[in-house]
């Protein structure tokens, strides 16, 4: 398939004989007879590849070559001089140049250079969007202007140039797997390979073998040797997704690689030797899988150099409405669709909701509203009926603080919840309102007693309908 060229050259001779040659060939093409014109046309048009002449009147070929450099970095340009020395087309290829020809043009060169050209630019802009497509699905920090987002970034900004491993924890859909990448890509490591193994996913007997890699005939099935993630993170990082689920067989073996940072192949007798950085990620609370017997209490305090906690979706209220733009902004340069808007109510409701997926759940939950109402808004009873449930109990009287007891505890119940969601509403509403009587109304020190932010707990007070005056 062709390509676009303009050729900048004022010599009409040239430029008809170019055009003749290109479009035989199957190019579209622009022509432009000063290194000016040129740079017009450039401001409008991005082609696969510009052929430039040395001599010009007014700006040089030369000077025109900076200034696309400096616009179009990437842009290839072959230059094409009947005048051409050595010096000038070593200063030309040193300032960025693609080739270059010498006039009388030969046929075979052209249209050879010319090829290898346009799939130059053509591979470097494929390059450009893959790069672009992984940063969007790999962003290399949290969004969020919480404060516990805010400090977690800064945190993840301090800790990243270290060589410090790193213990993430969190709950299911948080971001953990995001705050390893953003270390990485933060880290001296950055040129290096950031390689994750989910210890969740892998079989038992096939882990040792992920991890640390095998040799050929060394099981069932070994048809080759394979290096395994250790050997492959060699120089960079590696991320131990899940390392909660890892059975106590492994975690004894992966312990002694960790301090020794050297393991053999199963099935082989050479020693290995790498240089990695390991992050490890759980959900689980190692310290209560220690008691229970379930994790090393040795591996733990090898891991927990650096401890992070990624705060859950219910605590960084003045997030989710960034969160929803950002995923409606990458649902519309996906799909081309119109975007969706929320209105005030239906935000109330989103806001009320208590996410136990966390922000893999809203993620999930955008792309669902976007599919059935891109272009439209979203009203209360356009929502999933998870989010149009009324709070239970909100209304319910309570009785004086001073007479708490098994009998107020059983009239908290009576009438049975349907379930721990709706168990949960009726008794955070009481407890706020009964909180706020305490405090006399006063909003500020409520909120410093509760551990919440104010706008986060006028929202929960809105919601459950909890009069404020």
């Given amino acids: 398939m062709g390509g676009q060229i303009l050729i900048i050259d004022d010599e009409e001779g040239i430029r008809f004989s170019l055009r003749g040659i290109l479009e035989d060939d199957g190019h579209e093409v ?26 010009l009147p007014g700006m040089d070929g030369l000077e025109v070559l900076d200034a696309i450099r400096a616009e ?7 230059m094409i001089s009947g005048h051409g020395t050595i010096e000038t ?9 693609f080739d270059f020809i ?12 010319t090829r290898n050209a ?20 790999h962003p290399v920090c949290l969004t969020g202007r919480s404060p516990a987002i805010q400090n977690l970034n800064e945190v993840i900004f301090r800790v990243a140039p270290t060589e410090s491993w790193v213990l ?25 390979p950031l390689v ?33 993630k250790f050997e492959l993170a060699d120089g960079g990082t590696l991320f131990l997704d899940e390392i909660g689920d890892m059975s106590l067989k492994t975690q004894a073996k992966i312990l002694r690689i960790l301090q020794e940072q050297s393991f053999e192949h199963v099935g082989g007798r050479k020693t290995i030797r790498v240089d990695v950085r390991v992050i490890a990620a759980t959900n689980k609370d190692l310290p209560a899988e220690i008691e229970a017997g379930n994790f090393r209490e040795d591996l733990y305090y090898r891991l927990k150099v650096f401890p992070l906690e990624v705060p859950p979706l219910r605590d960084r209220d003045d997030d989710l409405l960034l969160l929803i733009r950002d995923f409606v902004d990458g649902l519309v340069r996906q799909h081309g669709f119109k975007p969706i808007v929320f209105d005030e109510a239906a935000l109330d409701s989103l806001r009320a909701y208590p996410w136990p997926g966390n922000v893999r759940e809203l993620k999930n939950f955008v792309e669902r509203m ?20 009324e709070p239970v109990g909100a209304s319910v009287a309570l009785a004086s603080s001073d007479d708490e007891s098994d009998e107020e505890f059983d009239s908290l119940i009576a009438g049975g919840p349907a379930d721990l969601k709706q168990a949960r509403a009726r008794f955070e509403a009481r407890f706020l309102e009964a909180k706020l009587r305490e405090y006399d109304g006063n909003i500020s020190r409520l909120a410093k007693a509760v551990g919440l932010e104010r706008s986060s707990l006028y929202r929960k007070l809105k919601a459950y309908k909890i009069q404020t005056d």
């Fill in 168 to 192: 993430i924890t969190g709950e299911n859909g948080t971001g953990k797997e995001i705050v390893a990448r953003s270390i990485h890509s933060q880290s001296n490591r950055a040129d290096k």
């Fill in 370 to 389: 976007f599919i059935m109402y891109a272009g439209d808004t979203v009203t209360p009873d356009r929502l999933p009926p998870e989010f149009r449930e």
């Fill in 89 to 97: 087309a070593v200063k030309a290829l040193k300032k960025g140049a």
């Fill in 196 to 228: 994750a193994v989910n210890c969740a996913a892998i079989p038992e007997e096939l882990i040792e073998s992920e991890l640390f890699g095998h040799e050929k005939g060394s099981f069932t099935g070994a048809d080759k040797a394979q290096a395994g």
């Fill in 30 to 55: 622009m022509e432009a007879e000063s290194g000016e014109q040129g740079l017009e046309v450039l401001g409008t048009t991005i082609p696969d590849l510009v052929f430039l002449d040395i001599w």
């Fill in 72 to 78: 179009h970095e990437g842009l290839a340009v072959i």
């Fill in 118 to 137: 346009v799939e130059f630019s053509r591979l470097r802009q494929e390059n450009q969007a893959l790069k672009t497509r992984i940063s969007s699905e």
């Fill in 102 to 113: 010498e006039k009388p043009l030969s046929l075979e060169k052209v249209l050879v250079t």
